[in-house]
Nanobody
Framework: QVQLVESGGGLVQAGGSLRLSCAAS????????MGWYRQAPGKQRDLVAT???????DYEHSVKGRFTISRDNAKNTVYLQMNSLKPEDTAVYYC?????????????????WGQGTQVTVSS
């Protein structure tokens, strides 16, 4: 089994910062693409940022220059540093990872979601 556990959400005033973490655990053979998504009330889940195993990053337009995604491959963890937060950043943030896991003598590649962490930015 593979599990993603997120932490770091909370309530912050506009202009403040938060750092989200997402740690993967279980029978992991390798982790490929990792990313953060967010879902505001009544809206669909949207991509925020992604990072490849080699460290290449991509960001949704509205967070460029404010958010930074990074990963620690030794810890199977992805981070999202969020600065200059705005009320419109309020959402539940989810991490997603494409993970190859061991199953007996074989390996299986699949994607996994974290449980979500609430980020609320007050004006």
């Amino acid at each position: 089994q593979v599990q993603l556990v997120e932490s770091g959400g909370g309530l912050v005033q506009a202009g403040g910062s938060l750092r989200l973490s997402c740690a993967a655990s279980g029978s992991i053979f390798s982790i490929n693409l990792m990313g953060w998504y967010r879902q505001a009330p009544g809206k669909q889940r949207d991509l925020v940022a992604t990072i490849t195993g080699g460290g290449s990053t991509d960001y949704e337009h509205s967070v460029k220059g404010r958010f930074t995604i990074s990963r620690d491959n030794a810890k199977n963890t992805v981070y999202l540093q969020m600065n200059s937060l705005k009320p419109e950043d309020t959402a539940v943030y989810y991490c997603k990872a494409t993970i190859t896991r061991r199953q007996g003598m074989s390996v299986i590649k699949d994607y996994y979601w974290g449980q979500g962490t609430q980020v609320t930015v007050s004006s």
